[in-house]
């Protein structure tokens, strides 16, 4: 089974650019996050799709980040204009019913580096 | 507010010992617990779990240990291999259900041979 799959794997900008960043999850997963893990610490959850429409989107700063996933499979996720705050690594993952929970399924993420 | 912290940022063992991380959680309403592995330039993989209404759950190598009256929280892995080097996250999901997780700051462990 291929994994979770996010593109680009790095990329460095200059603040108040934009970038975007992609991600398709595991077939047939309805659940797909979008994680930000800053340097040191844990992931943090900015926003959760079920199929095509947003779950949990409390914590994604909603001035500058956007998020969509048409069609309930691919998702991007961008940000517009970035901050030097905004280095971090972003996350996807998706999920399915095992029996006894959902278990989430992470990307190898995008390393985003904002000067 | 939600908080899930690490005792030890750092854990170094000997190849062949068993490891014990340790992980305080503070939401006494979170009913569900994961171990994540983090190797560097990967997202984090999925150990182990856990429910509230079990104090210990095993795996392949690994064991998971929940203290609810503490709040806290334990992962062991036996006879650690080299391989097992990374950074472990524990998370917990606030009593929100399976899939919100909130995750801490992590644990380094160190193996060598």
């Known amino acids: 089974e291929a994994g979770v799959a996010q593109s680009p794997r790095y990329k460095i900008i200059e603040k108040r650019q934009s970038v975007a960043f992609w991600c398709n999850p595991i077939s047939g997963h309805a659940t797909l996050y979008w994680y930000q893990q800053i340097l040191g610490q844990g992931p943090k959850l900015l926003i959760q799709?079920?199929?095509?429409?947003?779950?949990?989107d409390s914590q994604l700063p909603k001035d500058r980040f956007s998020a969509e996933r048409l069609k309930g499979v691919d998702s991007t996720l961008k940000i517009q204009p970035a901050k030097l705050e905004d280095s971090a690594v972003y996350l996807c993952?998706?999920?399915?019913?095992?029996?006894?929970?959902?278990?989430?399924?992470f990307g190898p993420g995008t390393r985003l580096t904002v000067t | 507010g939600e908080s899930v912290g690490l005792h030890l940022p750092t854990l170094s063992v000997q190849e062949g010992d068993n490891s014990i991380i340790n992980c305080a959680y503070s939401n006494s309403a979170s009913d569900y617990f994961i171990w994540y592995k983090q190797e560097s330039g990967k997202g984090p993989q999925f150990i182990i779990d856990?429910?509230?209404?079990?104090d210990k759950r095993q795996g392949q190598r690994v064991t998971v240990l929940l203290n609810k009256t503490v709040k806290h929280l334990s992962l062991q892995i036996a006879a650690t291999q080299p391989g097992d080097s990374a950074v472990y996250f524990c998370a917990e999901n606030g009593g929100t259900g399976f899939q919100k997780l909130v995750f801490g700051t992590g644990t380094r462990l160190l193996v060598s041979p």
């Open positions: 993952a998706s999920s399915t019913y095992r029996g006894f929970s959902y278990e989430q399924y």
């Open positions: 799709f079920q199929n095509n429409g947003v779950v949990d």
């Open positions: 856990i429910r509230s209404n079990m």
